[in-house]
Each structure stands twice: as structure tokens, then as C-alpha cells.
Nanobody, 118 residues
Framework: QVQLVESGGGLVQPGESLTLSCVAS???????????MRWYRQAPGSQRELVAG???????TYKAAVKGRFTIARDNDKNTVYLYMTKLKPEDTAVYSC?????????WGQGTPVTVSS
């Protein structure tokens, strides 16, 4: 069984920055490096949406609304994916969850809340 644990969420003011982390542990089939890692978010009353993704070879994709402000990165030696968030806006308020996915497996973390408010 694989566990994903997110951390780094919190309450910040508009314009500030946060860094989220998601650590994978447990019995990881194949290798962590072979999985695509993604960050999703879900705001109250809204559907979950994809924020950013990073492939096994390091290619990245971003939701248009966060491009230029957020950066996704991974450290395969630490089984960790990061989301560096800058210039945060109130509309970034949501619970952020990470997903670990391959052709055969899919795992989710419980999420970490981010609130952007003055």
C-alpha cells in the first residue's frame, strides 16, 4: 500500500508564497520516478481541478490561472513532489491534494488546506 502525505498548507495574505510537499511511502511498485505526479485543488462548492503535473522525465504542465506563479518539481531520491506557489490570490484558496499515477496504479493523498485572505 502506498501513502501520500501532503504538508505545507496554511493561511497567508494575498501576494505571499507557500511551498507544498507530498511524500510517498510504502510499497511502491516499479519506482517512484516512473510515476506521473500531479497537484489538484478543490475549493468549497467547486469541482476538483488539476493545478500542475510533472512527468517521469520532468515535463511540466500547469493550469492557465497559475502559470508563471506556481512551479512543480520532484525529488525522486526523496519520493517527494513540491508545489512552489508565489503571488497567491484569494481564488487560490482550496484544499490541495497530490496524485501519483501510472498506467496501472493511482494513489491520492488526503490534502492540505491553503487559505489566501487578508
Amino acid at each position: 500500500q502506498v501513502q501520500l502525505v501532503e504538508s505545507g498548507g496554511g493561511l497567508v495574505q494575498p501576494g505571499e508564497s507557500l511551498t507544498l510537499s507530498c511524500v510517498a511511502s510504502g510499497r511502491i511498485f516499479a519506482s517512484y520516478a516512473s510515476y506521473v505526479m500531479r497537484w489538484y485543488r478543490q475549493a468549497p462548492g467547486s469541482q476538483r481541478e488539476l493545478v500542475a503535473g510533472i512527468s517521469h522525465i520532468g515535463s511540466t504542465t500547469y493550469k492557465a490561472a497559475v502559470k508563471g506563479r506556481f512551479t512543480i518539481a520532484r525529488d525522486n531520491d526523496k519520493n517527494t513532489v513540491y508545489l512552489y506557489m508565489t503571488k497567491l490570490k484569494p481564488e487560490d484558496t482550496a484544499v490541495y491534494s497530490c496524485q501519483m499515477i501510472s498506467a496501472r496504479y493511482e494513489f491520492w493523498g488526503q490534502g492540505t488546506p491553503v487559505t489566501v485572505s487578508s
